[in-house]
């Protein structure tokens, strides 16, 4: 091969090569700008969410009620001994079978397993979130 030939197969190869890291470049510099945007339309979607946060009254009404049920409720239903609860509770039959509920009637107010659980959410709910910030 000549060296003229030699020079222009160099110079189209490396032509094509600083083209195509050229156009990877203007494909990354475009992949980051969309990026950009896409990220400024999720922070103006969250900020126009927290703006109309309707639900915040909502949360406090339900720790405010729940509440209510663990820590007022009691005293307040204390005064009213002649009102009977009823309860139920599954006993075992033989060798498992044969189940049968019983139920016994309680004096006072029943805190449910439900309502402790909902509770301990609201509690380590609001100690969580008090962490973050």
Known sequence: MTTELLAMLGGGL???VMKMI???AQ???Q???RMIVKQKTADDSADRAA???AGALVR???VVVTFFAIVIAPFIFAFFPDVGISVSRETDGF???FKTVKWKTV???VILPEVRQTALAIVGFYFGSSQVK
Do not use: M
């Open 14 to 16: 490396s032509g094509f």
């Open 22 to 24: 050229a156009s990877q």
């Open 27 to 29: 494909n990354q510099a």
């Open 31 to 33: 992949l980051f700008e």
């Open 51 to 53: 703006k109309r946060d």
């Open 60 to 62: 406090r009404f339900l």
């Open 95 to 97: 060798l498992g079978f």
């Open 107 to 109: 004096e006072g107010f």
